[in-house]
């Protein structure tokens, strides 16, 4: 079965950079939500989308954004990176009839 | 906001071992997952049950949610069975606990 798929895997960018992660749900769902895990900590939420409408704000920072797409697919914008944003960032999508979120591989991304 | 705590933070098991992980959340709640975090960073459903019982193999998982508490129990533990047990809550912006670091040696 189709998972979410999330892209990049990996990312080294330096401080102060800007950085793009993308996100496709799984066919179907109409949620999309971002979280971040720091090292050794458990995930925390950053943001949801609902058919292309922000739902939920978690502890997204400032410097974040995040958009849904008319494809569903979504894409969470890091700007003016910091050490500490240094994190595992995973995406997940439900289905709004459903009540399982699925998780995706997830992306590392190292600021230096 | 509801808050989640899961014992033992740590467990170390000889193969074969059974073990049993609790998840203790503060408020009511209609929507609760039981994740693996396998040594890859993956995390995996292992079972949404936010009352009852459900069986998955060597997995099982019990929640009482008139009393606020979900049990997760691994029979027969194998070493793939290391990683990172994480309970959940909420729908919309899910809530993690700190999580079970499971060790299961050969």
């Known amino acids: 079965a189709a998972g979410v798929i999330q892209s990049p895997r990996h990312l080294i960018k330096e401080k102060r950079e800007t950085a793009t992660l993308k996100c496709y749900p799984i066919?179907?769902?109409?949620?999309v939500y971002w979280y971040q895990q720091g090292p050794g900590q458990d995930p925390q939420f950053l943001i949801s989308f609902y058919e292309k409408m922000q739902s939920d704000k978690g502890s997204i920072p400032d410097r974040f954004s995040a958009q849904q797409f008319s494809d569903y697919h979504s894409e969470l914008n890091m700007s003016s990176l910091e050490l500490g944003d240094s994190a595992l960032y995973f995406c997940?999508?439900?289905?709004?009839?459903?009540?399982?979120?699925?998780f995706g591989e997830g992306s590392w991304l190292t600021v230096v | 906001g509801i808050q989640v705590e899961q014992s033992p933070p740590d467990l170390i098991l000889q193969e074969g071992a059974n073990s049993t992980l609790r998840c203790n959340f503060s408020d009511s709640v209609n929507n609760l997952q039981w994740f693996h975090q396998n040594p890859w960073g993956q995390l995996i459903n292992l079972f949404y049950i936010p009352s009852g019982t459900k069986q998955n193999g060597r997995l099982s998982a019990t929640t009482v949610a008139t009393e606020r508490y979900s049990l997760l129990y691994i029979s027969s533990s194998q070493t793939t069975d290391s990683g990172v047990y994480f309970c959940?809550?909420?729908?919309?912006?899910?809530?993690f606990g700190a999580g079970t670091r499971l060790t299961v040696k050969p």
């Open positions: 997940a999508s439900s289905y709004a009839g459903g009540n399982t979120i699925y």
């Open positions: 066919p179907r769902h109409d949620t």
């Open positions: 959940a809550v909420g729908a919309n912006d899910m809530r």
